[in-house]
């Protein structure tokens, strides 16, 4: 199972390493940290080369993370999707028809029954699992929400990668150059 034919969604902290893969045959691309001046133009520029962007609403300077913020970045920004931990940012971008990623750090298996009630009361359209080493987690989260899961965080290897598609992630998200 893949996301859009894509294994692999290149997560971008620089406005450089954006316009490199604007050049790749990636088509789904992840804004990391950002300035809300930029965003406009990022996925201005990403839409003239066919590429789509999901923005972290939490990681925009300049902008609180929240259901106002996330109304704005859907009307105004018109990303793709948008990758939140805040539930009421997810569950705006819902509302405004743009695709709604859940972030969940899993530290402990508290952290992991909390996320179960997030994503009960949200209803995301895709899960994004930290760290994304954990195929058992991934597997679990994914048979108990029935949602898509996308792997993140710590993933180094071609190898990691691999394991966590295996045990059902539709996509890695990862910032680490060489994987892309």
């Known amino acids: 199972m893949t996301f859009q034919n894509q294994t692999v969604l290149p997560a971008v902290r620089k406005w450089k390493d954006l316009e490199k893969l604007l050049d790749t045959s990636y088509t789904y691309i992840v804004i990391l940290d950002s300035h809300i001046a930029q965003l406009k133009d990022m996925v201005r520029l990403a839409g003239r080369a066919n590429k789509k962007l999901f923005v972290h609403a939490d990681l925009i300077s300049g902008l ?79 048979e108990k929400t029935g949602i898509p899961v996308f792997a993140g965080g710590l993933i180094r290897t071609k190898e990691e990668i691999e394991l966590a598609i295996k045990a059902g992630a539709v996509a890695v998200t990862t910032s680490d150059k060489e994987l892309w």
């Open 64 to 142: 609180k993370a929240d259901e106002y913020a996330a109304e704005f970045i859907c009307q105004e920004i018109k990303p793709a999707g948008i990758i939140s931990t805040r539930s009421n940012v997810i569950a705006t971008a819902k509302k405004k028809g743009v695709i709604a990623i859940q972030r969940l750090f899993l530290l402990d298996s508290i952290a992991l029954e909390t996320s179960y009630k997030i994503i009960t009361k949200t209803q995301p359209d895709y899960v994004e699992v930290l760290p994304g080493l954990m195929p058992n987690i991934i597997q679990e989260v994914h």
